[in-house]
């Protein structure tokens, strides 16, 4: 499901049921953070998300003491289901989609950095977003590998991190 489908979150015999259809009767209207209004109860990754965020590398499951760094990070959510970002004390650069994924608090990621000054972190990485709206915080999880071919290096990289808003 793409994220700027609309997913109406309707109670149907007192269970909650997610549908691309309006509900019976529309929620009651719930002012946000920013003091707009909106007419639906459930929470949005939409908007902007920031942390310390841990970059590190792996060479056939080594640590590579030279990728590991951990520095701030920011996101910004848009509604039709881009990310775009960046990490300035290291350089790197964000661009990609995030998606809806199985529950309300998963948001599955496809991103892409550049720009980095460790060159080994430019490259394309899946991950997700899982939110705790309650509190506006949000643990980050992001991997790409190299595939493993007979001869060459392994290599992976992640980024770790809790984000808030």
């Known amino acids: 499901m ?9 109670t149907v015999n007192g269970q909650t049921v997610l549908t691309d259809k309006p509900c019976d009767t529309p929620p009651a209207a719930v002012v946000g953070a920013d003091g707009t209004k909106s007419i639906s109860a459930t929470p949005t990754v939409v908007g902007e998300w920031l942390g310390q965020t841990q970059f590190q590398g792996t060479e056939n499951g080594q640590l590579m003491p030279d990728a590991h ?25 964000v661009l990609g989609l995030w998606y809806v994924g199985f529950t309300p608090r998963l948001f599955p990621l496809d991103l892409t950095l550049q720009s980095c000054r460790y060159s080994g972190f430019n490259r394309r990485y899946s991950g997700n977003l899982v939110a705790t709206f309650p509190t506006n915080s949000a643990e980050l999880a992001l991997q790409a590998y190299t595939l493993p071919v007979p001869g060459q290096t392994v290599t992976r990289y992640d980024l770790g991190a809790t984000l808030r808003r």
């Open 2 to 10: 793409l994220a700027s489908t609309t997913v109406y979150h309707c």
């Open 69 to 93: 760094t951990v520095v701030l990070l920011r996101l910004r959510f848009t509604a039709d289901g881009k990310v775009t970002g960046s990490s300035p004390d290291n350089g790197c650069e």
